[in-house]
């Protein structure tokens, strides 16, 4: 059998959360076998100035690199060529943990629905599975999406659709196991992708948190799924999946994946990392969105260049409008000259940024070109780790003044 390497310490953040070194093996880690154990030595990078790192996540036995992969572009923005370009070039360079989702690729439309995944898994046939820790996520609740199942009117995150969700996410990533398995957002009503405030008019019925369990503590125990995470969630569900999974010993979700960048802190830092603390959960944080929509890089100042009209927000009309009719340009400014000023590019200081908070497992990147994969990668490689005190106390003076700027 493959050691298993011991967990990565996180880098401090101005917090001085510390991550825990000796947390025990979840139980389901036992059944395990030697062969999908045998990924959990980690890759290190041997060019472009050094290796990435690795840290375990949450209570799971998966040592994922501190960047991970997102492939939401794949089938809508990257042809398969590009996808395969994409995802060699970071599996070379360390990168061992893959980000997709059964509604990819973005904007969600039937036509391309899934189209993301057959895009890995063509991709997979060629590479040792075995290699990659591949997470993927199954809708939560949606009256707009129910193209996705066979016969439903509605999405649910019930037994029948995480079945049917994970059957067939199996079989279009050629694969017979999924690392980690995550509920996209949420079953019950919850403020969604820029929404801020809790619309309590807007509660509904859901599925009981023990009942969801139930149905992923079935899949582990086919073999079909290893760990399970959500995403899209509040401390209440977080707690809540928690407390089920101890009181009827059902599977302890191991991450939230959630939105987190210089743009979007507020809904993490205020409660969340305490409820994630390795002394209290122990849930490990995939921050998606950590350029904010590729705001923070600083190509929208420019409407007319090229990287603006190949851009998301301008590709996809209302796409992510929140950080085009807010006050988060401003901000964006602001954090652009912060970096000059410490001679870093934008893409460095934002991506430094999540990449030096302790809470941040892994910080998930999107790339439509192998150019911006490079840069996106070199902050991990190259930039000065931590980024220097002057430079987080000057993120921290405009985050005074700017705390969460894209809410509208």
Wanted: proline fraction near 6%.
């Amino acid at each position: 059998m493959a050691s298993v390497p011991s967990p990565v310490p996180a880098f401090p953040c101005n917090n001085g959360f510390i991550s825990r070194q000796n947390s025990k093996p979840s139980r389901r880690a036992l059944w395990v076998d030697n062969r999908r154990r045998s990924h959990l030595n980690p890759i290190r990078a041997s060019q472009d100035g050094g290796p990435l790192q690795y840290r375990k996540l949450g209570d799971s036995d998966l040592m994922v690199s501190e960047i991970a992969l997102g492939t939401m572009t794949f089938g809508e923005q990257n042809t398969e060529k590009d996808a395969h370009e994409l995802l060699s070039y970071s599996i070379d360079h360390g990168i061992n943990t893959l980000d997709t989702a059964e509604a990819y690729p973005i904007p969600m439309k039937k036509e391309t629905q899934g189209r993301t995944d057959l895009y890995i898994g063509n991709w997979l046939k060629s590479r040792p599975r075995d290699k990659v820790i591949l997470a993927t996520k199954v809708c939560g609740y949606s009256e707009r999406s129910s193209y996705i199942r066979d016969n439903a009117s509605v999405l649910r995150v019930d037994a029948a659709n995480i079945k049917e969700s994970v059957e067939k996410s199996l079989k279009r990533l050629s694969t017979d196991y999924i690392d980690l398995l995550q509920i996209h957002w949420p079953d019950r009503y919850v403020t969604l992708f820029g929404e801020f405030s809790y619309d309590p008019s807007k509660w509904r019925p859901s599925v009981p948190f023990a009942e969801q369990l139930r149905a992923f503590q079935e899949l582990i125990d086919e073999g079909k799924v290893r760990y399970i995470g959500v995403s899209n969630e509040t401390s209440y569900g977080v707690m809540e999946f928690i407390h089920a999974a101890k009181d009827e010993g059902l599977p302890k979700i191991v991450s939230i994946q959630n939105s987190y960048s210089l743009l979007v802190r507020c809904k993490f830092e205020v409660d969340l990392v305490e409820v994630c603390h390795p002394n209290n959960c122990n849930i490990g944080l995939l921050a998606y969105s950590p350029l904010g929509g590729g705001s923070l890089s600083g190509k929208y100042f420019d409407i007319n260049s090229e990287a603006a009209k190949k851009g998301r927000l301008n590709l996809f009309p209302g796409y992510m409008e929140r950080y085009n009719i807010s006050v988060a340009k401003e901000a964006t400014g602001l954090y652009i000259d912060l970096a000059k000023k410490h001679g870093l590019s934008p893409v460095q200081l934002a991506l430094g940024f999540t990449r030096d908070c302790s809470f941040v497992t892994s910080s998930i990147i999107g790339a439509t070109s192998i150019d911006q994969l490079k840069e996106d990668l070199d902050v991990f490689l190259t930039t000065t780790r931590p980024l220097p005190p002057e430079v987080h106390a000057g993120i921290e003076n405009i985050f005074k003044r700017y705390k969460d700027p894209a809410i509208l």
